[in-house]
Structure formats: structure tokens, C-alpha cells
């Protein structure tokens, strides 16, 4: 899987939008974007995912490039309880090999202040 | 339940005895995977069952961690004779089906052998 690079920490106002950037410019085309969340001592989160196109959920928009060689996620309005370690990973997308296998980097300590 | 469960949520052990920790993988969901994480460390994937068998043991530390799976749903997890190596967080997911479907994570047992 294609490797990930992310800024170790941002801050965001509470209310805010919070962008969360993350470069994977050895991606390959048949490579999904994931990203995951870890609020402290919880187990990850799934949030989105996207190939190509932009993505909306209930929790978040996922942004992909045109060259998808970066992405940008976006907490629209972000809460104290969105203070969390974001992690941005690719994962191959088709099925067999051993691609269940998740390994997160460091990622982003997001923290939302009041 | 919506989510997958795991339980206890906290054990705490002495070097040397045996644990068990449970998953309760989201309904339907054919296939399991368990990981651990250290503190400040990132995922550590231990094995993946798809049903009731487990391709995948190769990330199983030792001989004393085992696993098994009955019914396609419930999962265990067994270390023998823990050692205070072993003190970690440890994590359970599961997926629709296996290979690159999103996987979805329970909150975690936290282990810790004195």
C-alpha cells in the first residue's frame, strides 16, 4: 500500500471547519483513501472513504485531487469531542492478497479548542 | 447491538495466567480480525477469520495467543501463561466480507499483567 504523510498536529476553533491534509503521492490507481479516527482510549473510528470522486457522510466531506496524489478531510463544524488522533491510509481495492491487514502511521493530533 | 462489542473492557492479570478476551463482531459480518496496539504504538494486526476459519494466523506473536470462532460470529481470543509483554490494547474488527471492505472497530480490551 501507497505510504501516507500528515502534519502530526493542527488546532481548530470549535465551530470551525477543521482540514485535515494528507499526501500520498505514491498512490496507485487501484488504491482507496481511507480515514480513521482514534478519540484517546477508544478504538479507531471509521469515518470515509473515496477513490476518485469527493465523498459526503454524516461525519465528514473527503476532498481527493484530480491527480489523487493528495486529500483533504473536512469536519464542517468541528466539536470538542472531535479532539482525536486522525489517521489517512490507501488500501489496495480489490479483493484478495493480504490487504485487510490495516497499519495506521502516526497521523494528526487534532485538537479542538473552546 | 449496531457496533462491534468487546468485553471486559479492562483486565487486569498477573504474569503467567491465562485470559480470555471476547468480540462480538457487527451482525452479518462474515469476517473478524483482531489487532493490538501499545501504547503510543501503532496497529498490530494479530489474525483475520473469514466464517469460522482463520487464513490468516501470521501475526500471532506466540504460541501462547490463540483464537477461535464459532457460529461466524463470536470471537476469542485466548493468551496463556500472559507475560507483562503482552500488556497492550487490543482490538477487534470486523467487515462485510473480508479483503478490502471497510473494516469496523470495537472500543478495545485493555490489558495489563503485572
Known amino acids: 500500500d501507497a505510504k501516507t504523510t500528515q502534519p502530526p498536529s493542527m488546532d481548530c476553533a470549535e465551530g470551525r471547519a477543521a482540514n485535515l491534509p494528507c499526501n500520498h503521492s505514491t498512490i496507485s490507481g487501484n488504491e482507496y483513501v481511507y480515514w480513521y479516527r482514534q478519540i484517546h482510549s477508544q478504538g479507531p473510528q471509521y469515518i470515509i472513504h473515496g477513490l476518485k470522486n469527493n465523498e459526503t457522510n454524516e461525519m465528514a466531506s473527503l476532498i481527493i485531487t484530480e491527480d489523487r496524489k493528495s486529500s483533504t478531510l473536512i469536519l464542517p463544524h468541528a466539536t470538542l469531542r472531535d479532539t482525536a488522533v486522525y489517521y489517512c491510509?490507501?488500501?489496495?481495492?480489490?479483493?484478495?492478497?493480504?490487504?485487510?491487514?490495516?497499519?495506521f502511521g502516526k497521523g494528526t493530533l487534532l485538537t479542538v479548542n473552546p | 447491538g449496531a457496533g462491534v462489542s468487546q468485553s471486559p473492557s479492562n483486565k487486569v492479570t498477573e504474569k503467567g495466567k491465562d485470559v480470555e478476551l471476547r468480540c462480538d463482531p457487527i451482525s452479518g459480518h462474515t469476517a473478524l480480525y483482531w489487532y493490538r496496539q501499545s501504547l503510543g504504538q501503532g496497529l498490530e494486526f494479530l489474525i483475520y477469520f473469514q466464517g469460522n476459519s482463520a487464513p490468516d494466523k501470521s501475526g500471532l506473536p506466540s504460541d501462547r495467543f490463540s483464537a477461535e470462532r464459532t457460529g461466524g460470529s463470536v470471537s476469542t481470543l485466548t493468551i496463556q501463561r500472559t507475560q507483562q509483554e503482552d500488556s497492550a490494547v487490543y482490538l477487534c474488527?470486523?467487515?462485510?466480507?473480508?479483503?478490502?471492505?471497510?473494516?469496523?472497530f470495537g472500543p478495545g480490551t485493555r490489558l495489563l499483567v503485572l
Open positions: 474488527a470486523s467487515s462485510a466480507s473480508g479483503g478490502r471492505e471497510t473494516q469496523y
Open positions: 491510509i490507501v488500501r489496495v481495492a480489490r479483493s484478495g492478497g493480504s490487504n485487510y491487514k490495516l497499519t
